[in-house]
């Protein structure tokens, strides 16, 4: 999330009593989570494991609980409690806000786009020109639609991500984390029946121009899809994934979080991808892998009686 305008680095240390080392005349720009952080941005760090990712990271501010070395040009925010520290800092500068009408007044909508009965439209919403919203569909808090976006029936944009902060030295284990970020579609997009588009935590999920969803599409949190791509029903797609330009994935294919899928890819249905796969390639099964050689692995699988036979038959 950026902020509305730069946030001095005193005001920030007194919201969430931290001791301030580096330079506390310092401005942060904006708040965000390791995967996506830029420069001026704060972060939180709160395990060891984490400590050397988020020094040497983008992020010009570091909310720790431990005063470590770092990079001159970084300043640190130690605190007990980062993951508190983080929460109180989303909560001031983007607050929940309720809604009682159908179509927030904050909202604003282009000319020629067509809004069906019973479609919720939240709080600072951005509707493009000559989109059609059909009935049930829900864009919540901060969503930005571009031109020409055809989206169905039981569609939710903006929902909470899944995303939660974990200990399991607590009695309760999973934190949310409150999120911030917006779900980003931009033109020319067609979107299914009962898809779900999940806010990002603290950046921004994307699908890029000229993209179709079909139906029952889930794209977790931050991730980011690229430009005419082309997703069948049941594709689900874990959080900060990036899909490159024109990929293809078929129907119920699951992607885990924070890979890459390269440009041109296609995976065939039902697979599961795990890591990262080049692009200009076709991938089946789970793991998906290149898909001429799952191909010859399952002719030789079915010669294992013929082979076992004539081994025994010696």
Request: hydrophobic share 40%; with cysteine.
């Amino acid at each position: 999330m950026k902020f509305t305008e730069p946030i001095a680095i005193s005001i920030i240390a007194d919201l969430i009593r931290a001791n301030v080392v580096g330079n506390p005349s310092a401005f942060a720009t904006g708040i965000n989570e390791i995967h996506k952080v830029e420069e001026g941005d704060l972060v939180f760090v709160d395990h060891p494991k984490y400590y050397d990712k988020c020094i040497n990271s983008n992020a010009s501010f570091i909310i720790i609980n431990k005063q470590v070395d770092c990079p001159e040009d970084k300043t640190l925010l130690v605190v007990d409690n980062p993951f508190d520290a983080y929460c109180a800092i989303v909560k001031k500068y983007r607050p929940f806000e309720s809604s009682d009408e159908m179509i927030s007044k904050s909202s604003v909508v282009g000319e020629g786009t067509t809004i069906f009965p019973n479609v919720f439209i939240g709080n600072h919403v951005s509707i493009g020109k000559h989109c059609i919203i059909y009935p049930n569909v829900t864009i919540l808090d901060h969503c930005i639609i571009g031109d020409h976006v055809v989206i169905q029936s039981g569609t939710v944009i903006g929902s909470n991500a899944f995303y939660y902060n974990t200990k399991k030295d607590r009695d309760i284990w999973y934190k949310k984390m409150p999120d911030c970020g917006r779900a980003i579609i931009e033109n020319h997009v067609e979107i299914g029946a009962n898809c779900t588009i999940d806010r990002g935590v603290s950046h921004d999920t994307i699908l890029g121009a000229g993209t179709k969803l079909d139906n029952m599409v889930h794209i977790g949190h931050d991730t980011v899809v690229g430009k005419n791509c082309l997703m069948a029903a049941g594709v689900a797609i874990a959080g900060a994934v990036t899909v490159e330009d024109g990929v293809t994935l078929w129907g119920q294919v699951g992607v885990s979080k924070t890979l890459t899928i390269g440009k041109n890819a296609v995976v065939l249905g039902q697979s599961g991808v795990s890591n990262t796969i080049e692009g200009g390639k076709v991938y089946w099964g789970t793991p998906a892998q290149d898909a001429q050689v799952k191909r010859r692995e399952l002719v030789w699988v079915k010669r294992i009686p013929e082979l076992w036979e004539k081994i025994m038959g010696k």
